[in-house]
């Protein structure tokens, strides 16, 4: 029964996930269409990069770790106390988030020239402006982290991924406007305020959500609650491990500006195809697993523990393979039949396609990294999980600066991929040390039965692209032809997957036939 009813839920989230990120994915499109490959398009990320590295690692680490203690507390001393803890944990974000964006609005230029080569002027002067605005969302994404801790840990795993629909709804509205005077000289500022003014919406709808389950605001500030001073101690590793890979991403900003104009937006725009794919597919699963595990933990309940832990890492492999297959296989034809439009040129796609191929290579070590990771943050080893990703992230900056100079902005993704793969093996053997025989032959031979099935899928999308598919052929037909390749490597995927018996696969096939009446 409880992985019925954990397989149904991952369904609905599934679904829910994959509605959201649609959205996501066509507020890329919009943005993509307004400003292209162009020096704007290259000062965005870098400016909203920022915030994320003076204070994404603190969210980082106060997020992963409120979860289990939220839920012992709850477990341990009832509701109101749990609703205490969270007020106490929103309000001491909220004052050091207030401060932090105060500084970076001061400091913008300062901040910026830190990850930017000095000879990009245009680019230091747009990054430098568009953070004055961006800034500020860290007080408003600081809470929401937290209220989505929350609604987790009271088993609603949708209403935090439906939060994301006012913040693309505000983000649309500003890439409208920018087309119009009198916003059409500020196009790129008015998409800034429209990131902010979504994070505020977004926040606000987490906030009316979770009071559903008894939570109410009020001011507390817990710096003297022993819970928070646990709490902090226990993240404390988790933001040393969420710093180095802020690092990583500074550095790898900081080289990609020495390449080529467009370089620094291709491969966010690569990276937003890698996040859709990861977000939908593999996140949708270690949201799940995360807080179930938790209270299997939480209870005592070992064997209950070590079989869901299984069942969610392989349904990770089987999702992510054919998806890392099928892309390398098909970059410049997705990267064309989704963002090439407007100011988004065939020079544009070229330039996209070539990381994004790369990023396609580490799916599957990157959604095992996250599921394995918030395993370790369950059990209390946050220490193992931050040794682990150190060694990793210092293999990414090596490889970063040597790829990305030999291969440009691709290296960026080359180096991305193999330190997935790096920190998955290293993670893979912690757990073993702490869970001993879980299974790891069934992992095994799943992982196996999904990369052959892959590879057979693969040949014949292949096959099918070079007999039909060419770059530069009318959208119309190009688009229903890459559309027809796609739908092609599903089913013969999802056929070979089920004539190999995998379980997980069986679990869910039953779950839908119940579900539907079938």
Not at 46 to 67: G, K, M
Not at 144 to 156: H, K, P, R, S
Not at 492 to 517: C, H, N, P, S
């Amino acid at each position: 029964m409880q992985y019925k009813k954990a397989t149904k839920i991952a369904l609905q989230l599934f679904i829910v996930t994959v509605f959201t990120k649609l959205i996501g994915f066509i507020r890329e499109v919009a943005f993509g269409a307004r400003f292209g490959t162009s020096v704007k398009a290259d000062a965005f990320p870098l400016a909203l990069q920022l915030p994320n590295i003076l204070f994404a690692s603190i969210f980082a680490a106060f997020s992963t770790s409120f979860i289990p203690f939220y839920t012992d507390i709850r477990e341990k001393k009832g509701e109101d106390e749990g609703i205490k803890f969270t007020n106490s944990v929103i309000n001491t974000l909220l004052l050091a988030s207030s401060i932090v964006a105060i500084f970076g609005f001061i400091f913008s230029k300062q901040l910026i020239m830190l990850q930017v080569h000095q000879s990009k002027e245009l680019q230091i002067m747009y990054a430098s402006r568009i953070l004055k605005i961006t800034i500020f969302m860290i007080i408003f994404t600081s809470s929401a982290n937290i209220l989505q801790g929350f609604l987790q840990a009271n088993g609603n795993f949708t209403k935090p991924v439906l939060s994301s629909i006012p913040f693309n709804l505000s983000i649309f509205v500003a890439i409208f406007l920018s087309y119009f005077e009198p916003f059409k000289k500020f196009d790129i500022y008015i998409v800034a305020v429209g990131f902010v003014v979504g994070y505020f919406w977004s926040l606000v709808y987490q906030l009316n959500n979770s009071k559903k389950y008894g939570f109410k605001f009020y001011p507390v500030v817990g710096l003297k609650d022993e819970n928070i001073k646990k709490m902090i101690k226990f993240s404390f590793p988790v933001f040393i491990s969420s710093s180095m890979a802020q690092l990583y991403t500074f550095i790898d900003r900081y080289l990609l500006t020495g390449t080529s104009t467009g370089a620094v937006a291709a491969v966010a725009y690569a990276g937003k195809l890698n996040d859709v794919v990861v977000g939908v597919f593999s996140s949708s699963i270690s949201v799940l697993a995360f807080s179930t595990l938790s209270n299997l933990q939480a209870k005592g309940d070992k064997e209950n523990f070590r079989k869901f832990f299984v069942s969610a890492v392989n349904s990770i492999i089987l999702m992510m393979m054919p998806f890392a297959i099928g892309g390398i296989i098909l970059s410049k034809e997705i990267t064309r039949l989704i963002y090439q439009r407007g100011n988004f040129t065939i020079e544009s796609t070229l330039l996209t396609a070539s990381p994004l191929m790369f990023y396609c290579l580490g799916f599957v070590g990157l959604g095992l990294r996250d599921m394995l990771n918030r395993t370790l943050y369950v059990l209390k080893d946050s220490k193992t999980a931050v040794k682990n990703g150190v060694i990793a992230i210092v293999c990414n900056i090596i490889l970063d600066i040597i790829f990305i100079h030999k291969f440009k902005h691709t290296g960026a993704a080359m180096a991305f991929a193999s330190a997935n793969y790096i920190a998955a093996v290293l993670l893979f053997i912690s757990l073993r040390k702490k869970l001993g025989s879980i299974g790891w032959k069934r992992i095994a031979g799943v992982f196996v039965k999904a990369l052959v099935a892959s590879l057979v899928m693969g040949v014949f999308v292949y096959a099918f692209k070079q007999k039909f598919i060419y770059l530069t052929m009318p959208f119309k037909y190009f688009a229903i032809y890459t559309s027809a390749s796609i739908l092609l490597g599903m089913g013969i995927y999802a056929g070979l997957i089920y004539l190999l018996k995998v379980e997980e696969v069986g679990l869910i096939v039953k779950m839908v036939r119940e579900k539907f009446g079938i």
